[in-house]
């Protein structure tokens, strides 16, 4: 279903926002950043406006995201029809032995398990329940 234009732009400029204060940025500190007026980036928080694609790419570059984000939140780009590309990628890394891409994955899934973004597609590894991020090592001890 597609939304409405209007809806995309709130939807956008909200999660630029939450973005924003996830990174600790002030508006004007983030509108420095990407080289945009502040009144202008407000605007695009609120939904007001409809920032170019090169604008989105210097808000991106700001907050650390990759552009295409921005780009199919915004409905330049279509989103990746499969969710699971990423799991194949890991697991074709050729930089990783087989131990570090099933530790990878294993992790990366857990966490979408604990987040609620868990589908039907998410395979574990020899059909295990997901792991706890706890007992996969994240954020434990180095």
Same mark, same amino acid.
């Given at each position: 279903m597609v939304k409405d234009i209007p809806d995309r732009w709130a939807d956008l400029g909200e999660f &630029?926002? +939450? +973005?924003? #204060?996830? *990174?600790?940025?002030?508006?004007r500190r983030l509108s420095e950043i990407a080289g945009i007026s502040n009144p202008y980036l407000s605007q695009i928080e609120r939904g007001l406006r409809k920032p170019s694609a090169e604008i989105l790419q210097q808000i991106a570059k700001g907050l650390h995201l990759s *552009? #295409?984000?921005?780009?199919?939140? *915004?409905? &330049?780009? #279509?989103? /990746?029809? /499969? /969710? +699971? /590309?990423?799991?194949?990628? &890991?697991?074709?890394d050729a930089f990783l032995d087989p131990y570090q891409r099933e530790a990878l994955v294993r992790i990366y899934l857990s966490f979408r398990h604990e987040n609620g973004y868990a589908g039907p597609d998410d395979v574990f590894p020899d059909d295990e329940d997901p792991p706890s991020a706890a007992a996969s090592g994240a954020g434990g001890p180095r």
């Open positions: &630029i926002r +939450q +973005q924003r #204060e996830t *990174a600790r940025l002030s508006l *552009a #295409e984000t921005l780009y199919v939140r *915004a409905g &330049i780009l #279509e989103p /990746d029809s /499969d /969710d +699971q /590309d990423l799991v194949r990628r &890991i697991r074709t």
